[in-house]
């Protein structure tokens, strides 16, 4: 069998925690953050876990994560 690829977005995009869990950063803080303000913009600086449901398809993605 053939090594499986990984998904290069994704690798980039996700991180796997000591416990195991997935960790992901939030959207919507790359431009046109004057708009937006400051208390939202701390509240996207800090990293979430992957919700339950989407850890079989970030699996599927990154097979060595």
């Keep these: 069998m053939p090594k499986i690829k990984t998904h290069r977005g994704a690798a980039k995009r996700f991180k796997l925690t000591a416990s195991g869990k997935i960790k992901r ?14 208390k939202r913009t701390r509240g996207l600086r800090t990293a979430v876990l992957v919700a339950d449901s989407d850890h079989k398809n970030i699996k599927t993605l990154l097979p060595y994560l």
């Design 25 to 38: 950063r939030k959207g919507y803080k790359s431009h046109l953050l004057t708009g937006k303000p400051a």
